[in-house]
T-cell receptor
Framework: EAGVAQSPRYKIIEKRQSVAFWCNPI?????LYWYQQILGQGPKLLIQ????????DSQLPKDRFSAERLKGVDSTLKIQPAKLEDSAVYLC??????????FGPGTRLTVT | GQQVMQIPQYQHVQEGEDFTTYCNSS?????IQWYKQRPGGHPVFLIQ?????EVKKQKRLTFQFGEAKKNSSLHITATQTTDVGTYFC?????????????FGRGTSLIVHP
C-alpha cells in the first residue's frame, strides 16, 4: 500500500512570498489532516477534512493560510504572505475511520 | 480545548536501561494514541488505548491507560539505540462524535551506547 505523498520536501522562500504544499493521502482514507510542527514541539493541527468538507480549522491562521481538498482526495495548503514564524515542517496525514493517522514525510519550510 | 501534558521533555538513558514517558490530562479521555518520530522523520502510529486500565504490549514496549482515563504511560524495557526518537501522545477533542486530535509536546529519548 502506498503511503501519504507530499511535495515539495523542502522549500526556502523570503518573507512576504507565497508557497503551496501538496498532499496525496492513502487511497480510500476519508480524513485528511494538515499539521504544523515547529522544531522541538508536537504537531499542531491546522485543518482537518472529512472527504471534502472541513471538520476543524480553528487553529488555521486564516488571514494568511488556506487549504482545500478538491474531490475529497488530494489537498493543497497555501501560505500567502509568509512570515518568519511560519518556518516549520508541514505534515499531512490521513486516516481511515479507526482514527489512527498515517503521516507523510512532510515539507520543511524555511522563511528568510 | 483538550490539553495534554507530557513528561519528561527529554530523557537520557544508557543502552539497556528502562524508559518511561507519561501523558496527563485534566479531563477524562475517550482514547489515547501513541506515536514515535525518529530524528528527521515523521510520526508513526504505535497504538491506541480505549478502555479504562487497559495494558497493551508490543515487544519491549508497554502501554497503559489509567483507570480514570486521564493519564497514560509508555514504558520501554531495556532500551536499544533503535528506540531513539520522540514519543508523542495524542488525544481527541471535539463533540458530537467528531475526532479532532491534539498532540502532546513529546518526550525525546536519547540512548547512549
Amino acid at each position: 500500500e502506498a503511503g501519504v505523498a507530499q511535495s515539495p520536501r523542502y522549500k526556502i522562500i523570503e518573507k512576504r512570498q507565497s508557497v503551496a504544499f501538496w498532499c496525496n493521502p492513502i487511497s480510500g482514507h476519508a480524513t485528511l489532516y494538515w499539521y504544523q510542527q515547529i522544531l522541538g514541539q508536537g504537531p499542531k493541527l491546522l485543518i482537518q477534512f472529512q472527504n471534502n468538507g472541513v471538520v476543524d480549522d480553528s487553529q488555521l491562521p486564516k488571514d494568511r493560510f488556506s487549504a482545500e481538498r478538491l474531490k475529497g482526495v488530494d489537498s493543497t495548503l497555501k501560505i500567502q504572505p509568509a512570515k518568519l514564524e511560519d518556518s516549520a515542517v508541514y505534515l499531512c496525514a490521513s486516516s481511515p475511520r479507526v482514527r489512527e493517522q498515517y503521516f507523510g514525510p512532510g515539507t520543511r519550510l524555511t522563511v528568510t | 480545548g483538550q490539553q495534554v501534558m507530557q513528561i519528561p521533555q527529554y530523557q537520557h538513558v544508557q543502552e539497556g536501561e528502562d524508559f518511561t514517558t507519561y501523558c496527563n490530562s485534566s479531563t477524562t479521555l475517550s482514547n489515547i494514541q501513541w506515536y514515535k518520530q525518529r530524528p528527521g522523520g515523521h510520526p508513526v502510529f504505535l497504538i491506541q488505548l480505549v478502555k479504562s486500565g487497559e495494558v497493551k504490549k508490543q515487544k519491549r514496549l508497554t502501554f497503559q491507560f489509567g483507570e480514570a482515563k486521564k493519564n497514560s504511560s509508555l514504558h520501554i524495557t531495556a532500551t536499544q539505540t533503535t528506540d531513539v526518537g520522540t514519543y508523542f501522545c495524542a488525544v481527541a477533542r471535539g463533540a458530537g462524535g467528531s475526532y479532532i486530535p491534539t498532540f502532546g509536546r513529546g518526550t525525546s529519548l536519547i540512548v547512549h551506547p
